[in-house]
């Protein structure tokens, strides 16, 4: 579990496991997607922003 902001409804709000939708760790970046309690999907990652969260796209992580 961890807390995120979610980019839709501009809240933070507690993430728990059974809201990850995929992950991956791709050249030394993990990225997670997610479904924010509002039903967006989210993507977090750590990558040159550290703890970025964005807007998911169908093509961000499988």
Do not use: K
């Not at 791709?26 to 964005?54: F, K, N, P, R």
Request: charged fraction near 10%.
């Amino acid at each position: 579990m961890f807390a995120n902001h979610c980019t839709a409804c501009d809240q933070t709000m507690l993430i728990f496991p059974s809201q990850v939708t995929g992950m991956a760790r791709i050249e030394g970046v993990t990225a997670m997607t997610y479904t924010c309690w509002c039903g967006s999907e989210q993507l977090w990652h750590d990558g040159l922003t550290a703890g970025a969260t964005e807007p998911a796209t169908a093509a961000t992580v499988a």
